[in-house]
């Protein structure tokens, strides 16, 4: 099983829609989770962390069940600039282990 | 804010050759990493270091050096490239190695060996 695991997409929402990621990680040991975002060709850049109590930023909403060792990223009113690949990102012993990257494309 | 600068930004290398990546951080960040990027592969860690004098190996080390002479600079060292190496590398930094510092990423060096 690879350690963490994404759907790649793509997916195309028009905008105003609300999309969901999803994301597994193999090891229960696993410390600390993190979504980033990746434009085409630029560096990840850290969208937010994931809180076993759920968090949320504006219109993105991130939740972690470490029993199931899921995590997930709730985007709600999609805008054209949310298009992207989103990041899946484990901590585990000071070191990120990333997910392949699940790719949005919002139309208009 | 200068963050994390990463040099050359495009490079291109004839097999056997050999060539330093820069990395420079100005945030006195302790922890920084280097990461390649290749297409349907996702980032796999190459190297890392929580500390001047400190470094380790991660997923992918083999055929790359690095050292951290200083808490700034964190050079990766191709000593006889290979087309395999081709690829775009990324450097990173975070305050600490503590898990939950999110990290920083500079602009990527893209680097294809012939």
């Known amino acids: 099983r690879k350690e963490v695991e994404q759907d790649p997409g793509p997916f195309n929402v028009p905008e105003g829609a609300t999309v969901a990621f999803n994301c597994t990680y193999s090891n229960s040991a696993s410390q600390s989770f993190f979504w980033y975002r990746q434009d085409c060709r630029k560096e990840p850049k850290l969208l937010m962390s994931?809180?076993?109590s759920g968090n949320e930023d504006g219109r993105f909403t991130a939740q972690l069940n470490r029993a199931s060792q899921y995590i997930s990223l709730l985007i709600r009113d999609s805008k054209l600039s949310d298009s992207a690949t989103y990041l899946c990102v484990v901590n585990l012993r000071s070191t990120l282990t990333f997910g392949k990257g699940t790719m949005l494309l919002v139309s208009p | 804010n200068a963050g994390v600068t990463q040099t050359p930004k495009f490079q291109v290398l004839k097999t056997g050759q050999s060539m330093t990546l820069q990395c420079a951080q100005d945030?006195?960040?302790?922890?920084m990493s280097w990461y390649r990027q290749d297409p349907g592969m996702g980032l796999r860690l190459i190297h890392y270091s929580v500390g001047a004098g400190i470094t380790d190996q991660g997923e992918v080390p083999n055929g790359y050096n690095v050292s951290r002479s200083t808490t700034e600079d964190f050079p990766l060292r191709l000593l006889s490239a290979a087309p395999s190496q081709t690829s775009v590398y990324f450097c990173?930094?975070?305050?600490?190695?503590?898990?939950?510092?999110?990290?920083?990423f500079g602009d990527g060096t893209r680097l294809s060996i012939l």
């Open positions: 945030m006195n960040h302790e922890y």
């Open positions: 990173a930094s975070s305050y600490d190695s503590n898990s939950n510092q999110p990290q920083h």
């Open positions: 994931v809180y076993s």
